[in-house]
Protein backbone atom coordinates (compact mmCIF):
# COMPACT_ATOMS: atom_id res chain seq x y z
CA UNK A 1 0.00 0.00 0.00
CA UNK A 2 2.69 2.48 0.72
CA UNK A 3 4.50 1.84 -2.60
CA UNK A 4 0.77 3.00 -4.30
CA UNK A 5 0.70 5.95 -2.04
CA UNK A 6 4.27 6.87 -2.97
CA UNK A 7 3.72 6.37 -6.78
CA UNK A 8 0.46 8.19 -6.82
CA UNK A 9 2.29 11.42 -5.30
CA UNK A 10 4.83 10.96 -7.85
CA UNK A 11 2.25 10.77 -10.61
CA UNK A 12 0.24 13.89 -9.02
CA UNK A 13 3.70 15.77 -9.26
CA UNK A 14 4.16 14.61 -12.44
CA UNK A 15 0.74 15.92 -13.70
CA UNK A 16 1.20 19.04 -11.76
CA UNK A 17 4.38 19.43 -13.64
CA UNK A 18 3.90 18.87 -16.90
CA UNK A 19 0.50 20.92 -17.18
CA UNK A 20 1.73 23.99 -15.41
CA UNK A 21 5.03 23.60 -17.62
CA UNK A 22 3.74 23.01 -21.03
CA UNK A 23 0.48 22.94 -20.54
CA UNK A 24 0.70 19.04 -21.79
CA UNK A 25 0.55 15.82 -20.12
CA UNK A 26 1.92 12.33 -21.42
CA UNK A 27 -1.77 10.12 -21.66
CA UNK A 28 -0.15 7.09 -19.97
CA UNK A 29 0.43 8.99 -16.62
CA UNK A 30 -3.52 9.49 -16.27
CA UNK A 31 -4.20 6.12 -16.85
CA UNK A 32 -1.35 5.21 -14.41
CA UNK A 33 -3.39 7.79 -11.98
CA UNK A 34 -6.89 6.29 -13.39
CA UNK A 35 -5.45 2.54 -12.02
CA UNK A 36 -3.27 3.58 -8.35
CA UNK A 37 -6.27 5.59 -7.26
CA UNK A 38 -8.98 3.04 -8.49
CA UNK A 39 -6.78 0.72 -6.28
CA UNK A 40 -6.56 2.14 -3.56
CA UNK A 41 -10.63 3.20 -3.14
CA UNK A 42 -11.45 -0.41 -3.94
CA UNK A 43 -9.58 -1.79 -1.22
CA UNK A 44 -10.51 0.79 1.06
CA UNK A 45 -14.35 -0.13 0.57
CA UNK A 46 -16.59 -3.03 -0.04
CA UNK A 47 -16.79 -3.75 -3.80
CA UNK A 48 -20.65 -3.23 -4.16
CA UNK A 49 -19.82 0.49 -2.66
CA UNK A 50 -17.06 0.77 -4.98
CA UNK A 51 -19.12 -0.26 -8.08
CA UNK A 52 -22.11 2.38 -6.83
CA UNK A 53 -19.75 5.21 -5.87
CA UNK A 54 -17.81 5.17 -9.22
CA UNK A 55 -21.64 4.69 -11.35
CA UNK A 56 -22.52 8.21 -9.50
CA UNK A 57 -19.33 9.92 -9.80
CA UNK A 58 -19.25 9.15 -13.45
CA UNK A 59 -22.80 10.73 -13.56
CA UNK A 60 -21.81 13.74 -11.87
CA UNK A 61 -18.86 14.36 -14.40
CA UNK A 62 -21.23 14.15 -17.37
CA UNK A 63 -23.73 16.19 -15.59
CA UNK A 64 -20.80 18.94 -15.39
CA UNK A 65 -18.93 18.46 -18.64
CA UNK A 66 -22.63 18.66 -20.09
CA UNK A 67 -23.27 21.98 -19.08
CA UNK A 68 -19.66 23.12 -19.14
CA UNK A 69 -20.13 22.16 -23.64
CA UNK A 70 -23.11 23.78 -23.44
CA UNK A 71 -21.70 27.01 -21.64
CA UNK A 72 -18.90 26.75 -24.07
CA UNK A 73 -20.93 26.55 -27.17
CA UNK A 74 -23.62 28.98 -26.24
CA UNK A 75 -22.08 31.58 -24.65
CA UNK A 76 -18.18 31.51 -25.21
CA UNK A 77 -18.76 30.17 -28.79
CA UNK A 78 -16.09 28.04 -28.54
CA UNK A 79 -14.92 24.94 -29.42
CA UNK A 80 -15.07 22.70 -26.37
CA UNK A 81 -12.04 20.17 -26.23
CA UNK A 82 -9.73 22.87 -28.38
CA UNK A 83 -10.27 25.75 -26.26
CA UNK A 84 -12.29 25.77 -23.59
CA UNK A 85 -11.61 22.33 -21.71
CA UNK A 86 -8.54 19.66 -22.34
CA UNK A 87 -8.69 15.84 -22.48
CA UNK A 88 -6.56 15.92 -20.07
CA UNK A 89 -8.58 17.48 -17.61
CA UNK A 90 -11.18 14.78 -18.96
CA UNK A 91 -8.98 12.09 -18.03
CA UNK A 92 -8.46 13.53 -14.44
CA UNK A 93 -12.05 14.36 -13.74
CA UNK A 94 -12.32 10.46 -14.63
CA UNK A 95 -9.46 9.71 -12.30
CA UNK A 96 -10.95 11.69 -8.97
CA UNK A 97 -14.35 9.95 -9.91
CA UNK A 98 -13.02 6.31 -9.79
CA UNK A 99 -10.51 7.48 -6.92
CA UNK A 100 -13.33 8.42 -3.87
CA UNK A 101 -16.52 7.70 -2.27
CA UNK A 102 -19.54 9.77 -3.44
CA UNK A 103 -19.41 12.02 -1.10
CA UNK A 104 -15.70 12.55 -0.47
CA UNK A 105 -15.90 12.89 -4.68
CA UNK A 106 -18.43 15.57 -4.66
CA UNK A 107 -16.49 17.91 -1.73
CA UNK A 108 -13.23 16.89 -3.28
CA UNK A 109 -14.12 18.00 -6.79
CA UNK A 110 -15.76 21.39 -5.50
CA UNK A 111 -12.95 22.61 -3.22
CA UNK A 112 -9.89 21.51 -5.85
CA UNK A 113 -11.54 23.61 -8.69
CA UNK A 114 -12.55 26.33 -6.27
CA UNK A 115 -8.55 25.57 -5.19
CA UNK A 116 -7.69 26.24 -9.54
CA UNK A 117 -9.71 29.35 -9.56
CA UNK A 118 -7.96 31.62 -7.22
CA UNK A 119 -4.50 30.25 -7.70
CA UNK A 120 -5.05 31.21 -11.30
CA UNK A 121 -6.67 34.51 -9.98
CA UNK A 122 -3.63 34.89 -8.12
CA UNK A 123 -0.95 33.88 -11.21
CA UNK A 124 -3.39 35.08 -14.05
CA UNK A 125 -2.44 33.13 -16.98
CA UNK A 126 -4.46 33.27 -20.08
CA UNK A 127 -5.27 29.79 -19.77
CA UNK A 128 -5.68 27.45 -16.89
CA UNK A 129 -3.90 23.79 -15.95
CA UNK A 130 -6.72 22.97 -14.72
CA UNK A 131 -5.50 19.17 -14.21
CA UNK A 132 -2.30 20.13 -12.90
CA UNK A 133 -3.64 22.79 -10.19
CA UNK A 134 -5.93 19.98 -9.06
CA UNK A 135 -3.14 17.41 -9.07
CA UNK A 136 -1.50 19.84 -6.82
CA UNK A 137 -4.17 20.11 -4.30
CA UNK A 138 -4.73 16.45 -4.44
CA UNK A 139 -1.09 15.80 -3.85
CA UNK A 140 -0.78 18.28 -1.04
CA UNK A 141 -4.45 16.79 0.67
CA UNK A 142 -3.37 12.84 -0.11
CA UNK A 143 -0.11 13.68 1.73
CA UNK A 144 -1.55 15.48 4.71
CA UNK A 145 -4.22 12.87 5.24
CA UNK A 146 -1.34 10.02 5.16
CA UNK A 147 0.85 11.76 7.46
CA UNK A 148 -1.70 13.00 9.85
CA UNK A 149 -4.61 10.17 9.59
CA UNK A 150 -6.84 13.06 10.52
CA UNK A 151 -9.41 12.71 7.26
CA UNK A 152 -11.33 9.47 6.46
CA UNK A 153 -11.47 9.81 3.08
CA UNK A 154 -13.04 6.64 2.26
CA UNK A 155 -15.61 6.15 5.28
CA UNK A 156 -17.88 8.14 3.87
Same mark, same amino acid.
Given at each position: ????????????? /?? /???????? +? %???? %? #????????????? *?????????????? =???????? @???? #????? @??? *?????? +??????????? !???? !???????????? %? #?????????????? *??? %?????????? #??????? =???? =?? @????? !?
Amino acid at each position: MLTIKILLILVLG /TI /TYQDVKDR +E %VYGF %V #FLILIGLLGILHY *KSVMPIHFIYAVGI =NLGIVLIC @LSIS #FLYAR @LIL *KRSFFK +EAFGLGDLLFF !IGIA !IGFPTITFTILL %V #FSLLFSLLLSLVIK *KST %VPLAGYMSMF #FGVLLIT =NWIT =NS @LTLYL !I
